[in-house]
T-cell receptor, first 113, second 112 residues
Framework: KAGVTQTPRYLIKTRGQQVTLSCSPI?????VSWYQQTPGQGLQFLFE???????NKGNFPGRFSGRQFSNSRSEMNVSTLELGDSALYLC????????????FGPGTRLTVT | KQEVTQIPAALSVPEGENLVLNCSFT??????LQWFRQDPGKGLTSLLL?????REQTSGRLNASLDKSSGRSTLYIAASQPGDSATYLC???????????FGTGTQLKVEL
């Protein structure tokens, strides 16, 4: 069974631009969660989608948004990029509605200059 | 609000040593706790998932325990190897979708 895939793996953007990251969960998984990882803040929860519905949202500004498609693939978008958005963005998929094991992708490294 | 901490932040041990990594959480109403490993610049690899009804889980040289009443989990690594060098993260699940609250991580280095 293929694991969680994320594209692109690396991105370099300039301040003010927007970016879209993609995550394909494990086949059959309907839950996709997104996390931001930085050296200073560690791993922070962004949001979670289950069957195309956002169920949870972390404490991030509205510039961070996401969506999930009918095939469970998910995208997250960051508009008006700031230097502080430079981070490793990780997505996780789960085969349950809650409480099951979560599997992470390799991440997308975003650098904002 | 759930808060998760891990002590120590960094640990260096000689090869072959048995070691224990600690994870503390403030809200004892957790459903499960998951341990992950992260290699530099990479994603997270799931190691063990302990349900709240369990006290221990084992996988190879790894053993994780969970004590909800004291708000603690430990990850025991037996006979450590240089390949075990990585950052180890614990994450608590307290319900409401699939949101995990992560600890700060322990960076482990196993030296030859």
């Amino acid at each position: 069974k293929a694991g969680v895939t994320q594209t692109p793996r690396y991105l370099i953007k300039t301040r003010g631009q927007q970016v879209t990251l993609s995550c394909s969960p494990i086949s059959g998984h309907r839950s996709v969660s997104w996390y931001q990882q930085t050296p200073g803040q560690g791993l922070q929860f962004l949001f979670e989608y289950f069957s195309e519905t956002q169920r949870n949202k972390g404490n991030f500004p509205g510039r961070f948004s996401g969506r999930q498609f009918s095939n469970s693939r998910s995208e997250m978008n960051v508009s008006t990029l700031e230097l502080g958005d430079s981070a490793l963005y990780l997505c996780a998929s789960s085969g349950t509605q809650g409480g099951g094991e979560q599997y992470f992708g390799p991440g997308t490294r975003l650098t904002v200059t | 609000k759930q808060e998760v901490t891990q002590i120590p932040a960094a640990l260096s041990v000689p090869e072959g040593e048995n070691l224990v990594l600690n994870c503390s959480f403030t809200d004892s109403a957790i459903y499960n706790l998951q341990w992950f490993r992260q290699d530099p610049g990479k994603g997270l690899t799931s190691l063990l998932l302990i349900q709240s009804s369990q006290r221990e889980q084992t996988s190879g040289r790894l053993n994780a325990s969970l004590d909800k009443s004291s708000g603690r989990s430990t990850l025991y690594i037996a006979a450590s190897q240089p390949g075990d060098s990585a950052t180890y993260l614990c994450a608590a699940y307290t319900g409401g979708g699939n949101k995990l609250t992560f600890g700060t991580g322990t960076q482990l280095k196993v030296e030859l």
